[in-house]
């Protein structure tokens, strides 16, 4: 790394982490008040989509450079499952961001559902699945329950196949395992492809420092229509569409 660009990442990190750390416990009231008063749940998932856009355009401070492509071609008509690689918990905040009008809910471990402010509550209350890897029976009900919910509701659902994030980048091996369970209960959706570039080099180092001027690209492919097809042709076929827009084809 270049020395400038080294002393801006010991420099500016700091100024991130306040910062981040401030949206989190701002937004937390913010959220419960939303939920309390509201009418819906609308004006709750307002305050969430905002604070999306501002934990990750706040990773400007770091000389971020944040690009979308392929967001003009997201199914309107249908619910959808999202399905990425995955690289740290910046992941998060593009997805919600970048598909904020279709309201997208998680598969997660149920760690996340307790104990961060914002987002402890947001996974609760915003309908994702809190899954505990070690129990695959409650795992598979809870993934069960959020794909029967996109269907219902003509919404999507994000889902990382490789079950846990690759610190170096590198394309984990694709489960087929969630992907099955929400598309036996959500049989009209199509499966969107997303690929997640940059952020493991964002944060190298279990952050500290973050990596000042990191390119940040996410891009959703063409999606998929995954009916007749079997689930481990389609993870397959998953996991090689997004090693090769990663340049990590075999």
């Known amino acids: 790394m270049h020395p400038i660009r080294k002393f801006l990442s010991y420099l500016l990190t700091p100024v991130f982490w306040l910062y981040f750390g401030l949206l989190l416990v701002i937004f937390h ?7 309390s008063f509201g009418r819906t749940d609308k004006t709750r998932k307002k305050a969430v989509d905002i604070l999306n856009a501002m934990l ?28 990425s690689n995955h690289q740290n918990h910046f992941d998060i905040s593009p997805i919600v961001w970048g598909f904020r009008k279709f309201t997208p809910k998680f598969v997660s471990k149920q760690e996340l559902g307790k104990g961060i402010p914002s ?32 269907e219902i509701e003509s919404t999507c659902a994000s889902i ?5 994030r690759s610190k170096t980048g590198e394309v984990r091996r694709f489960k087929e395992g969630g992907l099955d369970a929400l598309l036996k209960m959500a049989p009209s959706a199509v499966i969107v492809p997303l690929v997640i570039d940059g952020n493991h080099k964002l944060m190298p180092n279990k952050g500290f ?13 063409s999606p998929i229509d995954p009916k007749g097809r079997e689930v481990k ?4 076929e ?10 990590q084809a075999s």
Do not use: M
């Open 29 to 35: 009231p913010i959220q419960v008040i939303c939920k």
């Open 56 to 83: 990750l355009y706040g990773l400007t401070i770091l000389g971020a450079k944040i690009k979308f492509k392929g967001f003009d071609q997201l199914p309107s008509d249908k619910p959808f499952i999202i399905v």
């Open 119 to 150: 987002i402890s509550y947001n996974l609760r209350h915003g309908g994702s699945a809190l899954i505990d890897r070690k129990n695959s029976r409650q795992a598979i009900t809870e993934i069960l329950k959020l794909g029967r919910r996109i």
């Open 160 to 164: 990382f196949p490789e079950g846990t």
């Open 209 to 221: 420092p973050l990596t000042f001027g990191t390119k940040l690209n996410y891009t959703a492919l």
């Open 233 to 236: 042709e389609l993870v397959v």
């Open 238 to 247: 998953l996991e090689e569409l997004i090693k090769y827009q990663l340049n």
